[in-house]
């Protein structure tokens, strides 16, 4: 293993939505980091800075600054840098739902490949000459396609993004592999499965479900069900990210997963029999309002029309960063469920904020000044 690279100032992008938000907890809460850490963010409808609210009262100005930025705005990037020291970059910012994608794949591009490639041409240029500096970029497992019933993606897997998603991240980490090979930039990628966990926006499988059956609503499964993903708890890609900037080695790609294959299907009945076991469906007002007459929130499952060209399993081989980097995911998928199952139940304000576009006046009230 590698020698630690120390790390003192840390530009985040993307920090306000699920896993930037996570990571910037896990930075101030969970890790060793002493630093500070620059979080810029455009605010989509996936970004709240309520997720942070309680990190920008602790460290506000001090260890933590926040900017309100699109990272395709050249300008407003570069100054960034030339106010601060960065010296390691960490890139969540894009736009991240697959569905989205499919009705409205513009953004994805604007955002995830240009985006991504106009911070690169400002960090090039910042970074020029300079050494014990770092660009790591995020990305997901989808670039590589879909898997038939064996054999799990590798780092050297060859790309065969299916969505408008999966292709704008194909794209944008080819643009990273790009800059170390012809620009000597130092960097590091890595491929993860698919996280769940606390402040995930209410429009994926996991958040989307939970929140729906505890509300009585139908629990809508694409296809046959069958379709199999990968899931990791979101601070297990936390710790992984964490690794991989300390210790990864520049130019180098890190598969992240869970080694947690599940079917959608299977995914849905434990969300139901969390549920069930966390607050039983006799004792919930929702359903009781609505005088359904399920007996168990199974029956609220669904089955819908598919997903266009929706890709039929992803699995990760996460070897390299096991064995190099001595990563391990901790969170195992019962308990990481009930954990996020609590959460989103005890955060029924932060939902109705995000669901309705609420916190968006709370974005003005408090954050105007910054
Ligand atoms: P998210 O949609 O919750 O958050 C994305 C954040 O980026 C939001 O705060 C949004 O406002 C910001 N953003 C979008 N475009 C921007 C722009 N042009 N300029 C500045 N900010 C911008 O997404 P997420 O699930 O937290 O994913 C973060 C990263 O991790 C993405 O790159 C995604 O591809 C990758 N990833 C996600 C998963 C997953 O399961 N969610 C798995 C693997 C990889
Ligand atoms: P999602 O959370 O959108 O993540 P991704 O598409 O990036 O894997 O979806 C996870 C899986 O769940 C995917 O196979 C699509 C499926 N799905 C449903 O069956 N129903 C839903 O309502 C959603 C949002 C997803």
Known sequence: MSKKRKIKHILVTGGCGFIGSNFIHYLFEKSDFRGTVVNVDKLT?????????????????KRYFYKKTDISDHTSMQGIFEKYPIDTVIHFAAESHVDRSIFGPSDFIQSNILGTFTLLEVVRKAWAGKKHVLFHHIS???????????GHFQETTAY??????????????????AYFHTYSLPITLSNCSNNYGPCQFPEKLIPLLTLNAWK???????????????????EDHCSAIWTIIHQGQSGETYNIGGDCEMTNLQVVEKICETLETLYPLKT?????????????????????????????????????IRTE?????????DSGLEKTIQWYLKNEEWINNIISGEYRNWIEKNYRTR
Request: a positive charge; aromatic letters at 12%; glycine letters at 8%.
């Open 45 to 61: 409808y996936a970004g709240n800075p309520e997720n942070l609210h309680d990190i920008a009262l602790r460290y506000g100005n």
């Open 216 to 234: 009585g609503k139908p629990l809508p499964i694409y296809g046959d069900g069958q379709n199999i993903r990968d899931w990791l708890y979101v």
């Open 140 to 150: 997901t497992d989808e670039v590589y396609g879909s898997l038939g019933d064996t």
């Open 284 to 320: 919930n007002l929702h359903v009781k309002l609505l005088k359904s007459k399920i007996q168990n929130y199974k029956d609220l499952i669904t089955f819908v029309a598919d997903r266009p060209g929706h890709d039929r399993r992803y699995a990760i081989d996460f070897k390299k």
């Open 160 to 177: 065969n993004p299916r969505s408008p998603y999966s292709a704008s991240k194909a794209a944008s980490d080819h643009l990273v592999k």
């Open 325 to 333: 980097l001595k990563w391990e995911p901790r969170v195992n998928f």
